[in-house]
């Protein structure tokens, strides 16, 4: 699930084209040689799949083609519809046959003997996982799931175009680039990277049988953006993992809960309420904190100015972008005070409070935006960003100094231009 939001975040935060889309296809890993044949002069070992000696079987594998069900596949290898019934019945609470999806992989193993009935039908709903319809002697039907091992890879290189664009260059999962961008959410804006920035970055990569299944966790990284060093590295403490920098502070920041010292949170975020100028109910998208006019409105985080701007409604108003997945915006000042492309840093002031716009009386109306849409900050719940507790730092270092020497010793791939 995670993986999917972070595939719709990835679009908006490396802003490339369509055919990057291509590159979505599983990179084959070539450095993974297929095993090799067993030595003659020895027993050959038998083949274990899905825990089960393939060896005694006849063994068939497809890909369930579209509108093709159990039934249908089971039929061909003399599997009577009774059975099938029964198989059906039996699957209930562990798998449900209707969940068959095209483009799956599925295997059957038949007897050897002059039947070649199928024995065993197994189903992959995707690389890790499998059932057994297991149908020798009473049916039974179980899930198992294939062993995943880890390999710890790196990459490198020099931005030229977007960060994707460089992966996919240097035929490197461009998924990686979604797992850094991650990383590197409130450090490094993305759609701002420019050619000559370079990384380099340790990370895992997950196999089944030899055969690469993705990107996993990104270990450590040393983006280095308009000639400046960020470094980022993974460290689980209270058995939450995060990323710190070179000075164990945690990459993330949190946002201030309100965009002024001192003021009096009047009216909340709500779907419907009724507008004290318009009379009338309509959503109320922000927060609104009132204070008298002239008192200055901060930046809730590090961002850059992206709006500043006078609208019949909003009245004095600046939005600032603060990475990929949040912005925040504030009403009705009196005055505004950063200007669109500015760098602003959380606390900045950046405008201040009055009643421009529509607006009874002077307050600021703060707006939070996530993935482009309104949400009540109040109630987002902002992972910590503490730095590493002093309990945990010797140990911190010490992860530290193995990341370093090992990002540090990779080198650099050039840009090709
Ligand atoms: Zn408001």
Known sequence: MKRGKILALALI??????????????IENNNLQKENSIVTDSIPEPVIEYGINTDSFTVYKGIIKPNEFLANILLKYKIPYTEIDQLVNKSENIFNVKKLAAGKKYTILCSK??????QCFIYEPNSIDYVVFDMRDTI???????EVTTKIQQASGTIKSSLYQTLADANVSPVLAIEMADVFAWTIDFYRIQKGDWFKVVYEERFVEGKSIGVGRVLASNFNHYNKDFFACYFVQDSIGDYFDAEANSLRRAFLKSPLKFGRLT???TMRRFHPVQKRNKPHLGTDYAAPTGTPIMATGDGIVIASSYTGGNGNYVKIKHNSTYSTQYLHMSKRGAKVGQHVMQGDVIGYVGSTGLATGPHVCYRFWKNGSQTNHLKEDFPPSKPVEPAHLKRYKKELKKYKTKVDKIKLKKAVI
């Open 113 to 118: 003997d002059s039947l070649g009935k199928a």
């Open 140 to 146: 039974s039907i179980y899930k198992g799931k294939k």
């Open 267 to 269: 009216s909340g975020f």
């Open 13 to 26: 935060i490396i802003g490339t084209t369509i055919f990057i889309w291509t590159y979505f296809q599983p």
